[in-house]
Structures are given as C-alpha cells and as structure tokens.
C-alpha cells in the first residue's frame, strides 16, 4: 500500500491528478445535462397523442412541439467541441424563455406559477450554459498555458 507524503504543518497536500478528475467532471457535467434537459424537453411533446387525430396530424405536431428540443440538441453538436456556444446559446434560450413567460404573468394569462415554470425550464438552461462558458474559459486558459511555457 502507498501512503502518501506526510503533511507539513499549515501546507494543503495536493494531488498531481485532482485537476484532471476536476477537468474531466467540468467536462462531461454540461454535455450530460444538455442531453437530459433536451429529452426533458422532448416530453412535452407527448401531449399530441389525443384519440380523434390522425398519423399525420401526430406526427405534425411532434415536430412541432420538438423544434426547442431540435434546435438544442443542434447547439448540443456544436457545443460538444467549441463550448462558448452552447454557453452563449443554452443562456440565450433560458432568457428567451423567461422573457416570453413574464410578461404572460403580469398580463393575467398565467398566475404566479409562472415562475416555477421559469425555474423549471429556464433555470436548468441557465445552468449547463454557464457551466459550458467556464469550461470554455478554462480551456482556453490551458491552452495560454502551453502557449507561454
């Protein structure tokens, strides 16, 4: 068995691997929320089957109600690689989302529900866009490293 190194009095023992498993976790946390968020998303669609329509109509309206969750699983793609734009584009989309929602509550569409709505959809989409912009900026970060040494 390998014991490690004895501490010095008022110094943090630190692991060669702990930035590694950080860097690993900030990477795969944003991708995997996308794709359950996305199929999150994606169940809202099911509300199309209803008896009285037809194959063509169901299959209409699934496309309908999915374009959000086409649409992010498209950003999803493009973010896998370069991700300041599913930073940009997942905080975007829970601003749009919110943006729609409140003025309807203030209107008198909906009641203050809405903002259990907002923290529902929007705050989870707030969420894996700005974890997507910190592992861009550490990346980035990295890669200034390796540029100066």
């Keep these: 068995m390998v014991t490690p190194p004895p501490r010095k009095k008022g110094v943090f023992w630190y692991n060669k691997n702990?930035?590694?498993?950080?860097?690993?976790y900030l990477y795969w946390t944003p991708r995997i929320l996308s794709i359950i968020?996305?199929?999150?998303?994606?169940?809202?669609?099911?509300?199309?089957?209803?008896?009285?329509?037809?194959?063509?109509?169901?299959?209409v309206g699934l496309l309908i109600h999915n374009i959000p969750a086409f649409v992010l699983l498209a950003v999803l793609i493009i973010s896998w690689k370069r991700e300041i734009v599913g930073g940009v584009v997942f905080i975007l989309a829970g601003l749009l989302y919110t943006v729609t929602v409140i003025p309807q509550m203030f209107g008198g569409q909906i009641g203050w529900w809405g903002v259990s709505w907002i923290l529902t959809i929007?705050?989870?989409?707030?969420?894996?866009?700005?974890?997507?912009?910190?592992?861009?900026?550490?990346?980035?970060?990295?890669?200034?490293?390796?540029?100066?040494?």
């Design 18 to 24: 702990m930035g590694k498993n950080i860097n690993k």
């Design 37 to 59: 968020f996305i199929c999150f998303l994606a169940l809202f669609s099911l509300d199309v089957f209803e008896p009285g329509f037809s194959f063509w109509q169901i299959v």
């Design 122 to 149: 929007a705050g989870p989409a707030f969420l894996i866009g700005i974890l997507f912009i910190i592992n861009w900026l550490k990346k980035r970060n990295n890669q200034k490293d390796i540029f100066i040494k």
